[in-house]
């Protein structure tokens, strides 16, 4: 039963490569240079290639930073201006500086006088 089953599975590697080794040994035509070079492109294909690789690869990088910018989320530039706190007066520095417990109460009159006579 075994020796049955072996010679057929010989037989069957014979069919299939018998067309595989034909097919190899048949001769085959030299690439002929020439219209059909490049996909009928000739040298110009050869200068257009690499401009195309070039252009892929802006375009891949292009669709990177756009992808990132929209998962992102708003930018900082998007918030809206933030106005500055108006300036602080020389009054407003010397209520804060006694109210901190810098100075005492004596400084702090002699200098609100100095900044009310201004």
Known sequence: MM???LS???AGGAAVTLPVLTWAETPVEPY???PHMMWGWGWYGMMFGPLFMILLL???IVVAVLAVRWLG???QAAAP???PLPSRTALDI???RFARGEIDQA???AKRRLISQS
Do not use: T
């Open 3 to 5: 020796r049955a089953s």
């Open 8 to 10: 057929f599975a010989c």
């Open 32 to 34: 002929a240079y020439g």
């Open 58 to 60: 802006v375009a891949v």
């Open 73 to 75: 989320g708003p930018w």
């Open 81 to 83: 201006p933030s106005h």
């Open 94 to 96: 010397l209520n804060e």
């Open 107 to 109: 400084e702090y009159e």
